[in-house]
């Protein structure tokens, strides 16, 4: 008997996204390996944390990397390191930002649930811009002494109007000012692991449980040393605004293994596999009365890659899409799918274990045609 069945928790078939409600992603063998082995002794986490983050930078092609707690963690704690340094009274001071720099700045068009990782450290966001344009000026302006950051959310809200990342970066290091960029789901492609850092940014911000297939309560915080130092006094064991905020040896070693594994995969393989799986769905499904299936690029997550959008006309189909969604669910196996605008939904082969997909088809076909 599995943990899940003593608790009478139905196991998913996930063809939404690698999302934290579903947990995340499926570590493959060597990385549950490696957490096995790391369990297995005492070791000091300091020198394992600086090692790790060493290694990873090294495999990225950056200065340094710290490992958080997932990508909100690493979110928080570089804002305290922006806010902080090194500076050990100002650490233990933190949330209050009295005398301290204590603003952030961030694009309007920018702002979602994800900021309340930026807030909690005490400090207030300052908004730049419109909902669907943001100049230059508007930056520059807003920059004053009381500036310990900016915060860019690369992602579904990028692209409204706002002012491009590399202009972003050339006005802030004018200024002195840090840019983070929190990236938690921008991998594919793998090359933003060190794009975002090569272009300037002081930190790119990556979830280490999404399509790194690494521990879910992981992330990576790659970017310059000054930076990862200074989160290291921030974050745990140290008491700190991010002592809660703790990576285990397992989740430490586990990370690792997990970039290995993902910059020796054959992305370009991949790609043409979801490519294949995309289409086919599609081909089977728009056989159907009442079903409308094309392929949508690029994914929820801005990722480069592809989904199948099936539109269902419940007139004409004799199912709603709600029934769809419901009943995919309820079925054996359960199958959870993404619900899409326009009565449709989102099928991912992103998230899907081999074979998954031909499971997936299968039962939205008997779905659909009422078996």
């Known amino acids: ?166 202009k972003v970066i050339e006005i802030a290091n004018a200024h002195g000012v840090p840019v983070l960029v929190d990236g938690a789901a921008q991998v594919p492609p793998v090359e933003n692991l060190w794009n975002y850092t090569k272009m300037g940014a002081t930190a790119a911000i990556f979830s280490g449980g999404k399509d790194l297939h690494g521990p879910q309560s992981s992330g990576l915080v790659l970017g310059q040393r000054w930076l990862i130092e200074a989160m290291r006094l921030n974050g745990p064991p140290h008491h700190s605004i991010g002592r809660p905020m703790k990576v285990g040896k397992e989740e430490l070693c586990g990370v690792l293994a997990a970039v290995r594994w993902y910059l020796g995969l054959d992305h370009e393989g991949r790609l043409s596999q979801t490519e294949e799986i995309v289409g086919g769905w599609c081909g089977e499904l728009n056989r159907l009365p009442g079903v409308s299936a094309h392929r949508s690029f690029p994914n929820e997550a801005g990722q480069p890659m592809p989904r199948a959008q099936v539109h269902i006309d419940a007139a004409k189909a004799g199912i709603s899409r709600n029934e769809v969604v419901a009943a995919l669910l309820a079925g054996t196996p359960a199958i959870t799918v993404s619900s899409g605008p326009d009565e449709s939904i989102f099928l991912n082969p992103m998230t899907l274990e081999d074979g998954e997909e031909t499971i997936v088809l299968e039962r939205l076909l008997a779905v659909l045609q009422g078996k």
């Not at 995340?24 to 944390?49: C, R, Y």
């Not at 922006?82 to 933190?94: E, F, R, S, T």
């Not at 994800?114 to 344009?133: C, F, M, N």
Request: glycine share 8%; hydrophobic share 45%; charged share 20%.
């Open 1 to 166: 008997m599995t943990i899940y069945e003593e608790l009478n928790i139905r196991p998913l078939i996930n063809a939404s996204a690698t999302l934290t409600r579903l947990g995340g992603s499926i570590m493959p063998p060597v990385v549950v390996q490696a957490m096995v082995d790391a369990a297995k002794v005492f070791v000091d986490l300091e020198e394992l944390q600086a090692k790790v983050g060493d290694k990873i930078a090294e495999l990225t092609h950056n200065d340094a990397c710290y490992v958080s707690s997932g990508a909100a963690a690493g979110i928080a704690i570089a804002i305290a390191a922006c806010v902080a340094g090194k500076d050990m009274a100002a650490i233990h001071q933190l949330p209050d930002t009295t005398g301290l720099k204590d603003e952030v700045i961030v694009h309007k068009s920018h702002r979602n649930g994800y900021d309340h990782a930026v807030r909690q450290v005490g400090v207030k966001l300052v908004e730049i811009g419109y909902a669907t344009s943001t100049a230059p000026w508007q930056l520059e302006a807003a920059i004053n002494e009381r500036t310990a950051a900016i915060i860019w959310f690369q992602g579904g809200m990028t692209g409204h109007g706002d002012i491009p990342l590399p």
